[in-house]
C-alpha cells in the first residue's frame, strides 16, 4: 500500500487532462470542418494540400483559358459560316450573269449585288475578338494543364490568294484588280475565284472544326484534374465526422 504518492489520481489527473485535450480538439475540428486546424495537427498534410490548392488554381486559370478559346473558335467559325453563305451566293451571281439571254443591263444589276457582298466578305474578314484578330495567320497560343504547357491554335489567313482573287477591289480601278460579273469573261473568272474561296473557307472551317474538338477533350480532362485533386486535398483536410466521433467515444 502506497501512502506518499497517490498514483490514481494522478492517472485520474492525466486522463481527464488528455481527455480534455482531445474534446477540444474534436471540437476544434467539428466546428472548422478541418482536420488541420493549425499546423501542428499534420505538418506534411498541410504542405500536401496547399501545393494541390495552389494546383487546383492554376487549373482554374487554365479552364478559362480554354473556354475562351472555345468562345473564340465558336466566333471565327459563326463569321465563316456567313461568308461561306455569301460566297456561295457570289458563285451563283456569276454562273447567271453567264446566261447569254442576259443583257448588259442585267448584268450591270448582277454586279451591284456581287459588289456588295464581296464588300461584306472584305469588312467582315477584318473582325476582332477582344482587341485579337480573327483571321490572320498568328497562331495563338492555350494553356492546356497546370504546368503552363501550351499548344497552338493554327490562324485561319483570309489573306492567302484564294480568297484575295475573290476579293478584288472596285470597278474604275485597274482591270487586272477588279473582280466583277459586268461581262460574260468576267463572271467566268469571278466564279473560278469564288470557287478557290469557298474551297478554302471549308479547309479552314475543317481545322477549326479539329480545334474545338481538342477544346472540349482537354476541358473534359482538365476538369476532371481538378475534382481529383479536390477529392485529394478534402481526404487530408476535411473531418469525418463520423470517424471522429467514434475515436472520441474510443
Do not use: H, W
Request: hydrophobic share 40%; charged share 20%; net charge negative.
Amino acid at each position: 500500500m502506497v501512502i506518499n504518492t497517490n498514483t490514481v489520481a494522478d492517472k485520474t489527473s492525466n486522463n481527464l487532462k488528455s481527455s480534455s485535450i482531445g474534446l477540444a480538439k474534436s471540437l476544434n475540428r467539428l466546428s472548422s470542418g478541418s482536420k488541420i486546424v493549425k499546423p501542428s495537427d499534420d505538418a506534411a498534410g498541410l504542405a500536401v494540400a496547399s501545393r494541390l490548392e495552389a494546383q487546383i488554381k492554376r487549373l482554374d486559370a487554365a479552364l478559362s483559358n480554354v473556354v475562351n478559346a472555345v468562345s473564340f473558335t465558336q466566333t471565327q467559325d459563326g463569321f465563316l459560316k456567313t461568308i461561306d453563305a455569301a460566297l456561295r451566293r457570289m458563285g451563283e451571281l456569276a454562273m447567271l450573269a453567264q446566261d447569254g439571254t442576259k443583257s448588259e443591263n442585267d448584268r450591270a444589276l448582277y454586279d451591284q449585288e456581287f459588289q456588295q457582298l464581296k464588300d461584306y466578305v472584305e469588312r467582315t474578314r477584318a473582325k476582332d475578338f477582344n482587341n485579337v484578330r480573327l483571321f490572320s495567320d498568328a497562331t495563338l497560343a492555350v494553356t492546356i494543364d497546370a504546368a503552363g504547357s501550351t499548344f497552338g491554335i493554327p490562324g485561319s489567313d483570309m489573306s492567302v490568294a484564294s480568297y484575295a482573287n475573290a476579293l478584288k477591289g472596285s470597278a474604275g480601278q485597274d482591270p487586272n484588280d477588279y473582280l466583277g460579273i459586268d461581262s460574260v469573261v468576267n463572271a467566268q473568272e469571278a466564279l473560278a475565284a469564288v470557287k478557290d474561296a469557298i474551297s478554302q473557307i471549308a479547309l479552314d472551317r475543317a481545322q477549326l472544326g479539329a480545334v474545338q474538338s481538342r477544346l472540349e477533350f482537354t476541358n473534359q480532362q482538365l476538369t476532371t484534374t481538378k475534382e481529383n485533386l479536390s477529392s485529394a486535398i478534402s481526404r487530408i483536410m476535411d473531418v469525418n465526422v463520423a470517424c471522429l466521433l467514434y475515436t472520441s467515444d474510443a
